[in-house]
Nanobody, 114 residues
Framework: QAQFVESGGGLVQPGGSLELSCAYS????????MAWYRQTPGNQREGVAS???????NHKDFVRGRFTISKDNAKKMGYLQMNSLNAEDTAVFYC????????WGQGTHVTVSS
């Protein structure tokens, strides 16, 4: 069964950087729009950034200029480079194909704290 495995999270100081990775085990990775989402306790999962089949990207206002989404179709990998992190970025991050029925992965925890 296709699945997503996120990695790269951890504890980072304010102003620091992390790069998240997303490994997809299914087929046709290059046919999908891929997105990163975040979720904080008590809140719904929300989109952070997305990248289309053709490589066009879209970043939400609260991360634009700080985060960059990318992908490697040959490796079936997605990435989220996160710079200038602040405490409000603390969350569990997930990758997924919007509207897909593929189960969500476990996510990767990002904690921004001094």
């Amino acid at each position: 069964q296709a699945q997503f495995v996120e990695s790269g999270g951890g504890l980072v100081q304010p102003g620091g950087s992390l790069e998240l990775s997303c490994a997809y085990s299914g087929s046709s990775f290059n046919m999908f729009t891929m997105a990163w989402y975040r979720q904080t306790p008590g809140n719904q999962r929300e989109g952070v950034a997305s990248i289309s089949r053709g490589g066009s990207t879209n970043h939400k206002d609260f991360v634009r200029g700080r985060f960059t989404i990318s992908k490697d179709n040959a490796k079936k990998m997605g990435y989220l480079q996160m710079n200038s992190l602040n405490a409000e970025d603390t969350a569990v991050f997930y990758c997924h194909f919007p509207t897909s029925l593929i189960p969500w992965g476990q996510g990767t925890h990002v904690t921004v704290s001094s």
